[in-house]
């Protein structure tokens, strides 16, 4: 029997861990992408560690995914790992990596074009051109899912969180079109909308703390979501009881959004 492989984009921490560690559960073996400092990698492979206690493969690669050349170098030795070993039925994208700048400030450093074509890069066009080039090396399965984690802030607007904002509404924008135009390939294509997440990446955005009350006072459940919550969402998608759903935004957040 061939194995089911979930491939995350940023897989070591937040959202993206917990989904790891979710379909770890489920006997997906897995191939996590990541970036981080080597002073925080023993941390990290502690969680990688407790994962393949499950039973389940894990490849690991540290590197930029939204360097082209490291992508293309990381997709070959897929290729070569998964030859006779099972595709890629599952690609779920949880990059982090954007400017907060404010577009407009006296104290400190404005947003500029770099800034939002770097964030662009990382948080929307790295999920398509990751999605193309799995696909081109005839990696996914035949009846593959893909997940990106977009947020609120894709149609609202908070201060300093602009660049992030417009990669978001890209992420969506791509991820319709992806469902449109792959759906003849077996691709089902989603966003995720989690709810306010205390993650390490939530707690850098500008006024977080002011967020997260909020978020509390508005939440009709009157609880913060929380990365298994998002993660659990994930493995419901992956399921043959979910091959209908594509091209949405599946909103995750106990009903913080309805006011």
Not at 70 to 87: A, D, M, P, V
Not at 210 to 215: I, M
Request: hydrophobic residues 40%; proline residues 2%.
């Amino acid at each position: 029997m061939k194995k089911q492989w979930a491939l995350i984009l940023g897989g070591s921490s937040g959202l993206g861990l917990a989904t790891a560690k979710k379909m770890a559960r489920h006997g997906y073996h897995l191939i996590i992408i990541h970036r981080d400092r080597r002073s925080d990698l023993e941390e990290i492979n502690t969680h990688f560690k407790e994962i393949t206690l499950t039973g389940v493969q894990l490849l690991s690669f540290n590197i930029d995914a939204a360097n082209s050349d490291k992508r293309k170098q990381t997709i070959e030795e897929i290729k070569t790992t998964l030859t006779n070993s099972g595709k890629i039925k599952m690609m779920v994208h949880s990059i982090a990596k954007g400017s907060l700048k404010p577009m407009v400030s006296n104290e400190e450093t404005t947003l500029n074009h770099q800034d939002i074509e770097i964030t662009l890069n990382a948080m929307a066009l790295s999920f398509y051109d990751w999605v193309k080039e799995i696909y081109e090396q005839n990696l996914f399965d035949e009846d593959a899912r893909v997940v990106a984690f977009t947020s609120e802030g894709s149609s609202r607007a908070w201060e300093g969180y602009a660049a992030v904002s417009a990669a978001k509404a890209t992420l969506e924008a791509l991820t319709r079109s992806i469902a449109l135009e792959y759906a003849s390939k077996g691709i089902k294509a989603n966003c995720i909308q989690a709810g306010t997440t205390d993650t390490k990446a939530f707690q850098i955005i500008p006024n977080s703390k002011d967020l997260k009350k909020k978020a509390l006072e508005r939440n009709p459940n009157k609880r913060l979501t929380t990365p298994e919550d998002v993660a659990n969402t994930v493995y419901l998608l992956s399921t043959d009881e979910a091959k209908w759903i594509t091209g949405t935004v599946i909103k995750v957040d106990g009903g913080e959004s309805l006011r």
